[in-house]
T-cell receptor
Framework: ETGVTQSPTHLIKTRGQQVTLRCSSQ?????VSWYQQALGQGPQFIFQ???????GRGNFPPRFSGLQFPNYSSELNVNALELDDSALYLC?????????????FGPGTRLTVL | AQSVSQHNHHVILSEAASLELGCNYS??????LFWYVQYPGQHLQLLLK??????LVKGIKGFEAEFIKSKFSFNLRKPSVQWSDTAEYFC??????????FGKGTRLHILP
């Protein structure tokens, strides 16, 4: 059983640029959630994708968008990057069930915006 | 709205000391509760979880947590810490099927 993988591991961008982060979910999982972890903070929920559709969104602006593909992998896209977008971006996969929602996290992508 | 509060931002203990990290949440309905750990340079790992049943939950590496519904608390405990427990610990909560809300984390530093 393969775990959650993310790419790239590190990324440096400048303000105004766009970025795409990728996540491969754990085998057998059908749901992917994305989190932003700023320095010294806990992960903040960005959004969740289930069966290729957005299934819940946190308090993030529309320039944060995502996709989920038929193989349950996912992308997080951020447009018009701002300095405050510098953070560790975590992807977590799970099998969506009404009573059980254990999420398995990937190693994250560290994004630095200059 | 759900929220999670972790009382201690930074805890320093000597090896063999006992540990208790506080966690309180606000949510009126049924909740799932989690403690995650992030060792230096590693990704978030689940330490233990509570979904239902016995409120005293045992996790990996000798950790346990007690769900006290009347106090909206889910404190993490370990009777005797080791240097290898140095890490950041996150309490988290979700309503079944809903997004997970994390606390801000507690940095634990164990002195050898």
């Amino acid at each position: 059983e393969t775990g959650v993988t993310q790419s790239p591991t590190h990324l440096i961008k400048t303000r105004g640029q766009q970025v795409t982060l990728r996540c491969s979910s754990q085998s057998g999982h059908n749901t992917v959630s994305w989190y932003q972890q700023a320095l010294g903070q806990g992960p903040q929920f960005i959004f969740q994708y289930y069966r290729e559709e957005e299934n819940g969104r946190g308090n993030f602006p529309p320039r944060f968008s995502g996709l989920q593909f038929p193989n349950y992998s996912s992308e997080l896209n951020v447009n018009a990057l701002e300095l405050d977008d510098s953070a560790l971006y975590l992807c977590a996969s799970s099998f969506l069930d009404r009573s059980y929602n254990e999420q398995f996290f990937g190693p994250g992508t560290r994004l630095t915006v200059l | 709205a759900q929220s999670v509060s972790q009382h201690n931002h930074h805890v320093i203990l000597s090896e063999a000391a006992s540990l208790e990290l506080g966690c309180n949440y606000s949510y009126g309905g049924t909740v799932n509760l989690f403690w995650y750990v992030q060792y230096p340079g590693q990704h978030l790992q689940l330490l233990l979880k509570y979904f239902s049943g016995d409120p005293l939950v045992k996790g990996i590496k000798g950790f346990e947590a007690e769900f006290i519904k009347s106090k909206f608390s889910f404190n993490l405990r370990k009777p005797s810490v080791q240097w290898s427990d140095t890490a950041e610990y996150f309490c988290a909560v979700n309503a079944p099927g809903d997004k997970i809300i994390f606390g801000k984390g507690t940095r634990l530093h164990i002195l050898p």
